[in-house]
């Protein structure tokens, strides 16, 4: 009787044993289910995460590209703007020489000008001055000469 509920008992526990295993073997099978299942949702994810990495990494690729292609035009142009600049600033100074030389040349024709100007009416004052004298002159002889008559020294008064 021992054995036989040893016995039982030992079928018992094996029973349970068994029924706890394949209970275990069930949980298991349905964790790793579940696991695969999320397994492939994270597969996929990652996936989907990679394909947005690959488009966002091209998109940062083009704008980089793109970004370098604007600098490069900014370049260009602040160059062009420079080399207008200096044309620009070579024309302005060409022009300010021109008017300087100009107004130079006026300068000396004004002074050329006023000296003629000036030795004209220095020429026109001693020549008259000259020619009065000479008046003066030709008066003091003619009044001698119409004087012929008279003295010299009734000549003189008249002179003075």
């Not at 100074?93 to 006023?114: K, M, T, W």
């Not at 100007?117 to 004052?125: R, W």
């Not at 001698?144 to 008559?149: A, I, P, T, Y």
Request: charged fraction near 35%; proline fraction near 1%.
């Amino acid at each position: 009787e021992e054995r036989e509920a040893w016995q039982r008992h030992k079928q018992q526990l094996e029973e349970g044993q068994e029924a706890a295993m394949s209970a275990v073997r069930s949980l298991h099978a349905a964790q790793v289910e579940a696991f695969e299942a999320q397994e492939d949702q994270l597969q996929q994810r990652i996936a989907s995460l990679t394909d947005a990495l690959a488009a966002r990494d091209a998109e940062l690729a083009e704008l980089n590209e793109a970004l370098e292609e604007l600098e490069a035009e900014k370049r260009r142009d602040l160059s062009e703007a420079q080399a207008e600049s200096a044309r620009e600033k070579g024309r302005l100074q060409h022009c300010h020489r021109q008017r300087v030389r100009q107004l130079e040349g006026r300068y000396e024709r004004e002074q050329q000008a006023l000296r003629s100007f000036v030795l004209s009416s220095a020429k026109s004052m001693l020549s008259h001055a000259n020619v009065e004298k000479a008046l003066k002159r030709v008066d003091v002889w003619s009044d001698s000469e119409d004087d012929s008559s008279a003295s010299e020294d009734e000549a003189r008064p008249a002179r003075a």
